[in-house]
Protein backbone atom coordinates (compact mmCIF):
# COMPACT_ATOMS: atom_id res chain seq x y z
CA UNK A 1 0.00 0.00 0.00
CA UNK A 2 1.60 3.43 -0.78
CA UNK A 3 2.23 5.27 2.57
CA UNK A 4 -0.29 8.20 1.57
CA UNK A 5 -3.49 6.28 0.52
CA UNK A 6 -4.25 5.10 3.72
CA UNK A 7 -4.92 8.72 5.07
CA UNK A 8 -7.60 8.83 2.32
CA UNK A 9 -11.08 9.02 4.35
CA UNK A 10 -12.78 7.40 0.90
CA UNK A 11 -10.19 4.71 -0.88
CA UNK A 12 -9.91 6.45 -4.31
CA UNK A 13 -7.07 8.49 -5.57
CA UNK A 14 -4.88 9.10 -8.59
CA UNK A 15 -1.07 8.16 -8.44
CA UNK A 16 1.05 10.01 -10.65
CA UNK A 17 5.08 8.74 -11.12
CA UNK A 18 6.72 11.57 -10.93
CA UNK A 19 9.56 9.48 -12.13
CA UNK A 20 7.97 8.79 -15.17
CA UNK A 21 6.64 12.16 -15.92
CA UNK A 22 10.63 13.01 -15.96
CA UNK A 23 11.66 10.07 -18.49
CA UNK A 24 8.97 11.55 -20.76
CA UNK A 25 10.14 15.14 -20.18
CA UNK A 26 13.81 13.67 -21.32
CA UNK A 27 12.13 11.79 -24.38
CA UNK A 28 10.65 14.91 -25.21
CA UNK A 29 13.87 17.01 -25.17
CA UNK A 30 15.42 14.08 -27.36
CA UNK A 31 12.99 14.10 -29.80
CA UNK A 32 13.38 18.08 -30.04
CA UNK A 33 16.64 18.08 -30.51
CA UNK A 34 18.04 21.98 -30.55
CA UNK A 35 14.23 23.50 -30.68
CA UNK A 36 12.74 24.44 -27.22
CA UNK A 37 10.14 23.26 -25.45
CA UNK A 38 7.00 24.23 -24.21
CA UNK A 39 5.06 22.26 -21.74
CA UNK A 40 1.25 22.73 -22.10
CA UNK A 41 -0.19 22.30 -18.94
CA UNK A 42 -3.81 23.82 -19.67
CA UNK A 43 -6.50 22.36 -17.99
CA UNK A 44 -4.61 21.40 -14.49
CA UNK A 45 -1.93 19.10 -16.63
CA UNK A 46 -4.17 16.90 -18.51
CA UNK A 47 -5.81 16.49 -15.06
CA UNK A 48 -2.53 15.52 -13.75
CA UNK A 49 -2.10 18.44 -11.38
CA UNK A 50 -0.57 21.65 -13.14
CA UNK A 51 1.78 22.87 -9.86
CA UNK A 52 2.99 19.46 -9.09
CA UNK A 53 3.86 18.65 -12.82
CA UNK A 54 5.26 21.82 -13.34
CA UNK A 55 7.60 22.22 -10.85
CA UNK A 56 8.95 18.54 -11.56
CA UNK A 57 9.44 19.42 -15.55
CA UNK A 58 10.73 22.95 -14.35
CA UNK A 59 13.24 21.34 -12.58
CA UNK A 60 14.04 19.01 -15.85
CA UNK A 61 14.77 22.42 -17.90
CA UNK A 62 11.66 22.93 -19.48
CA UNK A 63 12.14 26.58 -21.54
CA UNK A 64 8.44 27.35 -21.21
CA UNK A 65 4.95 26.95 -20.06
CA UNK A 66 1.55 27.24 -21.94
CA UNK A 67 -1.74 27.74 -20.65
CA UNK A 68 -5.30 28.18 -21.50
CA UNK A 69 -6.43 30.67 -19.19
CA UNK A 70 -4.63 33.69 -16.93
CA UNK A 71 -6.51 31.77 -13.77
CA UNK A 72 -3.74 28.36 -14.97
CA UNK A 73 -0.93 30.84 -15.48
CA UNK A 74 -1.00 32.96 -12.14
CA UNK A 75 -1.25 29.99 -9.66
CA UNK A 76 2.09 28.97 -11.82
CA UNK A 77 3.43 32.12 -11.10
CA UNK A 78 2.05 31.30 -7.15
CA UNK A 79 3.56 28.22 -7.36
CA UNK A 80 7.16 29.98 -7.75
CA UNK A 81 7.36 28.80 -11.80
CA UNK A 82 9.82 31.32 -13.49
CA UNK A 83 9.89 30.56 -17.12
CA UNK A 84 7.92 32.41 -19.44
CA UNK A 85 4.29 31.83 -19.51
CA UNK A 86 2.22 31.76 -22.92
CA UNK A 87 -1.77 32.04 -22.58
CA UNK A 88 -2.72 29.80 -25.64
CA UNK A 89 -5.84 31.27 -25.68
CA UNK A 90 -5.60 34.88 -25.31
CA UNK A 91 -6.67 37.16 -22.61
CA UNK A 92 -10.39 37.10 -23.38
CA UNK A 93 -11.92 39.41 -20.44
CA UNK A 94 -9.23 39.90 -17.82
CA UNK A 95 -7.07 42.87 -17.51
CA UNK A 96 -4.49 43.04 -19.37
CA UNK A 97 -2.56 44.50 -16.44
CA UNK A 98 -2.06 40.79 -15.68
CA UNK A 99 0.29 40.30 -18.62
CA UNK A 100 3.00 42.76 -16.49
CA UNK A 101 2.52 41.94 -13.01
CA UNK A 102 2.68 37.99 -13.76
CA UNK A 103 4.79 38.20 -17.41
CA UNK A 104 2.39 36.62 -19.48
CA UNK A 105 2.81 36.32 -22.78
CA UNK A 106 -0.54 36.45 -24.94
CA UNK A 107 -2.02 35.15 -27.93
CA UNK A 108 -3.02 37.43 -30.12
CA UNK A 109 -5.35 37.03 -32.99
CA UNK A 110 -6.57 40.30 -33.92
CA UNK A 111 -5.72 44.47 -33.83
CA UNK A 112 -8.63 44.96 -31.20
CA UNK A 113 -7.27 43.41 -28.63
CA UNK A 114 -3.49 44.11 -29.65
CA UNK A 115 -4.54 47.83 -29.38
CA UNK A 116 -5.74 47.64 -25.88
CA UNK A 117 -2.50 45.83 -24.76
CA UNK A 118 -0.63 48.66 -26.27
CA UNK A 119 -2.77 51.27 -23.99
CA UNK A 120 -2.10 49.21 -21.18
CA UNK A 121 1.77 48.86 -21.53
CA UNK A 122 1.88 52.85 -22.94
CA UNK A 123 -0.31 53.39 -19.15
CA UNK A 124 2.08 51.26 -17.25
CA UNK A 125 5.53 52.14 -19.01
CA UNK A 126 6.58 48.51 -19.77
CA UNK A 127 7.05 46.65 -22.94
CA UNK A 128 4.15 43.90 -23.70
CA UNK A 129 5.32 40.74 -26.00
CA UNK A 130 2.96 39.00 -27.45
CA UNK A 131 2.79 36.11 -29.89
CA UNK A 132 1.15 36.41 -33.04
CA UNK A 133 -1.52 33.17 -33.81
CA UNK A 134 -2.34 32.10 -37.50
CA UNK A 135 -5.03 30.17 -38.74
CA UNK A 136 -3.81 28.08 -41.14
CA UNK A 137 -6.59 25.56 -41.42
CA UNK A 138 -7.71 24.62 -37.57
CA UNK A 139 -10.44 27.34 -38.06
CA UNK A 140 -10.72 28.33 -34.32
CA UNK A 141 -8.50 31.50 -32.95
CA UNK A 142 -6.14 32.52 -34.89
CA UNK A 143 -5.53 35.80 -37.76
CA UNK A 144 -6.85 35.05 -40.88
CA UNK A 145 -4.24 34.79 -43.46
CA UNK A 146 -5.32 37.59 -45.78
CA UNK A 147 -5.22 39.82 -42.85
CA UNK A 148 -1.99 39.41 -42.26
CA UNK A 149 -0.39 42.46 -43.95
CA UNK A 150 -3.09 44.43 -42.80
CA UNK A 151 -2.33 43.49 -39.31
CA UNK A 152 1.33 44.13 -39.31
CA UNK A 153 0.89 47.42 -40.87
CA UNK A 154 -1.46 48.61 -37.97
CA UNK A 155 1.13 46.80 -36.14
CA UNK A 156 3.92 48.84 -37.27
CA UNK A 157 2.13 51.88 -35.76
CA UNK A 158 1.81 51.30 -32.08
CA UNK A 159 3.99 51.30 -29.48
CA UNK A 160 4.90 49.44 -25.73
CA UNK A 161 4.16 45.93 -27.91
CA UNK A 162 6.39 43.48 -29.80
CA UNK A 163 5.74 40.61 -31.44
CA UNK A 164 8.24 38.20 -30.42
CA UNK A 165 6.43 34.96 -31.00
CA UNK A 166 4.67 33.67 -34.58
CA UNK A 167 2.47 29.96 -34.24
CA UNK A 168 -0.21 27.78 -36.37
CA UNK A 169 -2.26 25.29 -34.54
CA UNK A 170 -2.55 21.72 -36.57
CA UNK A 171 -5.43 19.70 -36.87
CA UNK A 172 -4.37 16.31 -37.63
CA UNK A 173 -0.66 16.36 -37.17
CA UNK A 174 -0.94 12.68 -36.46
CA UNK A 175 -2.47 11.60 -39.49
CA UNK A 176 0.41 11.09 -42.29
CA UNK A 177 -1.90 9.90 -45.19
CA UNK A 178 -4.06 13.54 -45.59
CA UNK A 179 -2.62 16.55 -46.79
CA UNK A 180 -4.09 18.61 -44.48
CA UNK A 181 -0.13 19.37 -42.39
CA UNK A 182 1.58 19.53 -45.46
CA UNK A 183 -0.90 22.33 -46.38
CA UNK A 184 -0.93 23.79 -43.63
CA UNK A 185 2.51 23.77 -43.24
CA UNK A 186 2.43 25.70 -46.54
CA UNK A 187 0.42 28.84 -45.37
CA UNK A 188 2.77 28.89 -42.88
CA UNK A 189 5.49 29.53 -44.68
CA UNK A 190 3.72 31.79 -46.92
CA UNK A 191 2.90 34.07 -44.14
CA UNK A 192 5.91 33.74 -42.33
CA UNK A 193 7.60 35.12 -45.12
CA UNK A 194 4.82 38.26 -45.24
CA UNK A 195 6.69 38.80 -41.49
CA UNK A 196 9.78 39.06 -43.18
CA UNK A 197 9.08 41.32 -45.84
CA UNK A 198 7.91 43.72 -43.50
CA UNK A 199 11.08 43.74 -41.92
CA UNK A 200 9.40 41.69 -38.63
CA UNK A 201 11.57 38.37 -37.24
CA UNK A 202 9.74 36.71 -34.08
CA UNK A 203 12.34 35.65 -31.65
CA UNK A 204 10.15 32.35 -31.58
CA UNK A 205 8.39 30.50 -34.06
CA UNK A 206 6.45 27.33 -33.56
CA UNK A 207 4.04 24.73 -35.36
CA UNK A 208 4.94 21.23 -33.51
CA UNK A 209 2.49 19.90 -30.92
CA UNK A 210 2.61 16.39 -29.61
CA UNK A 211 1.83 14.08 -32.41
CA UNK A 212 3.98 16.54 -35.25
CA UNK A 213 6.96 15.88 -32.82
CA UNK A 214 6.28 11.69 -32.36
CA UNK A 215 5.95 11.34 -35.73
CA UNK A 216 9.18 13.34 -36.57
CA UNK A 217 7.69 16.04 -38.75
CA UNK A 218 9.94 19.37 -39.49
CA UNK A 219 9.07 22.76 -40.14
CA UNK A 220 10.50 26.11 -41.18
CA UNK A 221 12.88 27.77 -38.98
CA UNK A 222 10.67 26.42 -35.82
CA UNK A 223 12.78 26.99 -32.92
CA UNK A 224 9.83 25.99 -30.35
CA UNK A 225 7.80 22.71 -29.88
CA UNK A 226 4.81 23.19 -27.55
CA UNK A 227 4.28 19.65 -26.38
CA UNK A 228 1.20 18.55 -23.68
CA UNK A 229 -0.11 14.37 -24.07
CA UNK A 230 3.60 13.11 -24.84
CA UNK A 231 4.79 14.53 -21.24
CA UNK A 232 1.66 12.44 -19.52
CA UNK A 233 2.67 9.26 -22.26
CA UNK A 234 -0.11 9.22 -24.25
CA UNK A 235 -0.49 10.58 -27.80
CA UNK A 236 -3.18 10.06 -30.92
CA UNK A 237 -1.96 7.11 -33.22
CA UNK A 238 -0.36 7.94 -35.84
CA UNK A 239 -1.55 7.08 -39.33
CA UNK A 240 1.07 6.18 -41.96
CA UNK A 241 1.43 4.53 -44.95
CA UNK A 242 4.17 2.47 -46.45
CA UNK A 243 7.27 4.20 -46.62
CA UNK A 244 6.19 7.20 -44.31
CA UNK A 245 6.08 5.56 -41.08
CA UNK A 246 6.49 7.58 -38.17
CA UNK A 247 10.44 7.16 -36.91
CA UNK A 248 11.10 4.41 -34.22
CA UNK A 249 11.28 6.05 -30.53
CA UNK A 250 11.93 5.23 -27.05
CA UNK A 251 8.21 4.63 -26.00
CA UNK A 252 6.39 7.25 -23.50
CA UNK A 253 4.98 6.00 -20.27
CA UNK A 254 1.64 6.64 -18.98
CA UNK A 255 2.18 8.69 -15.57
CA UNK A 256 -1.58 8.39 -14.14
CA UNK A 257 -3.06 5.43 -12.38
CA UNK A 258 -6.34 5.47 -11.40
CA UNK A 259 -7.84 3.33 -8.37
CA UNK A 260 -10.06 2.36 -5.64
CA UNK A 261 -10.70 -0.18 -3.60
CA UNK A 262 -13.99 -2.81 -2.67
CA UNK A 263 -15.71 -1.75 0.29
CA UNK A 264 -18.56 -4.00 -0.03
CA UNK A 265 -19.32 -7.82 -1.42
CA UNK A 266 -22.42 -10.03 -2.08
CA UNK A 267 -23.56 -12.97 -3.65
CA UNK A 268 -26.53 -12.84 -5.64
CA UNK A 269 -28.42 -15.57 -7.94
CA UNK A 270 -29.19 -15.81 -11.15
CA UNK A 271 -31.51 -12.61 -13.07
CA UNK A 272 -30.55 -10.42 -10.02
CA UNK A 273 -31.21 -6.51 -11.27
CA UNK A 274 -28.23 -4.96 -10.55
CA UNK A 275 -28.35 -0.53 -10.76
CA UNK A 276 -30.03 2.08 -11.70
CA UNK A 277 -32.92 1.11 -14.41
CA UNK A 278 -31.80 -1.98 -13.85
CA UNK A 279 -29.47 -2.22 -16.77
CA UNK A 280 -27.94 -5.34 -15.93
CA UNK A 281 -29.58 -8.95 -14.50
CA UNK A 282 -26.92 -11.75 -13.82
CA UNK A 283 -27.07 -14.80 -15.67
CA UNK A 284 -26.04 -16.69 -13.38
CA UNK A 285 -24.89 -17.11 -9.45
CA UNK A 286 -22.57 -13.93 -9.11
CA UNK A 287 -20.13 -12.17 -6.86
CA UNK A 288 -20.68 -8.65 -7.09
CA UNK A 289 -17.64 -6.33 -5.52
CA UNK A 290 -18.89 -2.47 -4.79
CA UNK A 291 -16.35 0.41 -5.71
CA UNK A 292 -17.05 3.85 -4.61
CA UNK A 293 -16.12 5.60 -7.47
CA UNK A 294 -18.71 6.53 -10.42
CA UNK A 295 -19.07 9.40 -12.54
CA UNK A 296 -18.58 12.08 -10.49
CA UNK A 297 -15.13 10.92 -10.07
CA UNK A 298 -14.41 10.77 -13.73
CA UNK A 299 -15.56 7.19 -13.83
CA UNK A 300 -17.68 8.01 -17.50
CA UNK A 301 -21.34 6.20 -17.39
CA UNK A 302 -20.42 5.28 -20.86
CA UNK A 303 -18.49 2.45 -19.50
CA UNK A 304 -21.49 1.04 -18.19
CA UNK A 305 -21.62 -2.79 -18.86
CA UNK A 306 -19.32 -2.54 -21.19
CA UNK A 307 -16.01 -1.19 -19.55
CA UNK A 308 -13.63 -3.09 -17.58
CA UNK A 309 -11.52 -2.92 -14.19
CA UNK A 310 -8.48 -4.55 -12.94
CA UNK A 311 -8.33 -6.39 -9.65
CA UNK A 312 -5.98 -9.20 -8.42
CA UNK A 313 -3.85 -9.00 -11.62
CA UNK A 314 -7.38 -10.14 -13.76
CA UNK A 315 -10.08 -8.32 -15.61
CA UNK A 316 -13.11 -7.06 -13.66
CA UNK A 317 -15.87 -6.51 -15.89
CA UNK A 318 -18.24 -3.26 -14.95
CA UNK A 319 -22.07 -4.17 -14.50
CA UNK A 320 -25.05 -2.44 -14.23
CA UNK A 321 -25.10 1.49 -14.77
CA UNK A 322 -22.28 3.47 -13.08
CA UNK A 323 -23.54 6.07 -10.46
CA UNK A 324 -22.73 9.35 -9.27
CA UNK A 325 -20.37 7.90 -6.84
CA UNK A 326 -20.47 3.75 -6.84
CA UNK A 327 -19.81 0.83 -9.03
CA UNK A 328 -19.92 -2.57 -9.40
CA UNK A 329 -18.09 -5.43 -10.66
CA UNK A 330 -18.42 -8.72 -11.31
CA UNK A 331 -15.46 -10.42 -9.78
CA UNK A 332 -17.13 -14.09 -9.80
CA UNK A 333 -14.29 -15.69 -11.83
CA UNK A 334 -11.54 -13.55 -9.45
CA UNK A 335 -10.48 -15.86 -6.56
CA UNK A 336 -10.03 -14.97 -3.39
CA UNK A 337 -11.41 -11.11 -3.70
CA UNK A 338 -11.92 -9.36 -0.63
CA UNK A 339 -13.05 -5.79 0.98
CA UNK A 340 -9.62 -4.10 0.57
CA UNK A 341 -8.74 -5.53 -2.89
CA UNK A 342 -7.03 -2.49 -4.88
CA UNK A 343 -9.13 -2.06 -7.90
CA UNK A 344 -7.36 -0.24 -11.26
CA UNK A 345 -9.57 1.47 -12.80
CA UNK A 346 -6.51 3.29 -15.52
CA UNK A 347 -3.05 2.01 -15.44
CA UNK A 348 -1.71 -1.35 -15.38
CA UNK A 349 -0.75 -4.71 -13.24
CA UNK A 350 1.76 -6.99 -13.74
CA UNK A 351 -0.39 -9.09 -16.36
CA UNK A 352 -3.48 -6.32 -16.91
CA UNK A 353 -3.43 -3.22 -18.45
CA UNK A 354 -6.13 -0.35 -19.16
CA UNK A 355 -5.39 2.61 -21.19
CA UNK A 356 -7.07 6.22 -21.58
CA UNK A 357 -6.21 5.24 -25.50
CA UNK A 358 -8.16 2.30 -24.82
CA UNK A 359 -11.21 3.82 -23.15
CA UNK A 360 -11.27 6.50 -25.39
CA UNK A 361 -11.73 4.51 -28.06
CA UNK A 362 -14.42 2.54 -26.33
CA UNK A 363 -16.29 5.87 -25.88
CA UNK A 364 -15.58 7.06 -29.14
CA UNK A 365 -13.63 10.15 -27.87
CA UNK A 366 -9.25 11.06 -27.31
CA UNK A 367 -7.93 10.01 -24.16
CA UNK A 368 -7.42 13.45 -22.97
CA UNK A 369 -10.84 14.05 -22.56
CA UNK A 370 -10.12 10.64 -19.98
CA UNK A 371 -7.86 12.20 -18.37
CA UNK A 372 -8.88 15.71 -17.66
CA UNK A 373 -12.51 14.01 -16.56
CA UNK A 374 -10.80 12.64 -13.78
CA UNK A 375 -12.78 14.93 -10.89
CA UNK A 376 -11.15 17.44 -8.68
CA UNK A 377 -12.45 14.85 -5.36
CA UNK A 378 -9.88 12.54 -6.13
CA UNK A 379 -6.76 13.23 -4.77
CA UNK A 380 -3.81 12.99 -6.74
CA UNK A 381 -0.39 11.37 -5.02
CA UNK A 382 2.75 12.19 -6.38
CA UNK A 383 5.07 9.13 -5.85
CA UNK A 384 8.52 8.54 -6.96
Given at each position: ?????????????????????????????????????????KADAYGHGAVPVAQCLAARGVDWFGVATVEEALELREAGIAQPILLLGGLYMSDPAHLIEYRLAPTVSSTARLDTYAECARRHGKLIEFHLKVDTGMGRLGLPRDRVVSFLEHYRRLEGVRLSGFFTHLASAEDLVASQTEEQSERFREALAQLRASDIAPQWIHVSNSAALYAG????????????????????????????????????????????????????????????????????????????????????????????????????????????????????????????????????????????????????????????????????????
Open positions: MNHQTHKLLRPTWVEISLSKLRRNCDRVRQLAGARSVMAVVLNFLDENLVRVGALFFGYCLPIVAVPGREAPQVEPFEPVLVFKSRVVYLKDVPTGTPLGYGAAFHTRRSSRIATVPVGYADGLSRGLSNRGRTIVRDRYARIVGNISMDLTLLDVTDIPGVDVGDEVILLGASPHCSITALEIAQELGTVPYEILCSIGKRVPRIYVD
